[in-house]
Nanobody, 124 residues
Framework: QVRLVESGGGLVQAGGSLRLSCTAS????????MGWFRQPPGKERELVAA????????YYADSVKGRFTTSRDNAKNTVYLQMNSLGPEDTAVYYC?????????????????WGQGTQVTVSS
């Protein structure tokens, strides 16, 4: 069984920062691509950041580029999403997810295991 457990969400004022964590069991994350998705109220789930199994591939959506950074702690089998300069448009449920493959995947259906989601609310 593969499980992804997320933490770090909450309420933050505009301009603030949050760091989301995603800890995996049952799968060593160094061998698989990881993605961070978010789903604002009434909208589709969208990919905001991703990292390939190798150290070479990263992706950031234009809406978060320069503000969000994903990283990995191999010893802890944990990935992080550092979110800076947050605004109300970033309010969403955030999900980490892992794929069966090493290259970055861009679609929801490409991911086989998901975290439970964590709510991020940014007030103005």
């Amino acid at each position: 069984q593969v499980r992804l457990v997320e933490s770090g969400g909450g309420l933050v004022q505009a301009g603030g920062s949050l760091r989301l964590s995603c800890t995996a069991s049952g799968r060593t994350l160094t061998g698989y691509a990881m993605g961070w998705f978010r789903q604002p109220p009434g909208k589709e789930r969208e990919l905001v950041a991703a990292r390939s199994a190798s150290a070479l591939g990263t992706y950031y959506a234009d809406s978060v580029k320069g503000r969000f950074t994903t990283s990995r702690d191999n010893a802890k089998n944990t990935v992080y999403l550092q979110m800076n300069s947050l605004g109300p448009e970033d309010t969403a449920v955030y999900y980490c997810a892992t794929t069966e493959y090493g290259p970055i995947r861009f679609k929801v259906e490409d991911y086989d295991y998901w975290g439970q989601g964590t709510q991020v609310t940014v007030s103005s």
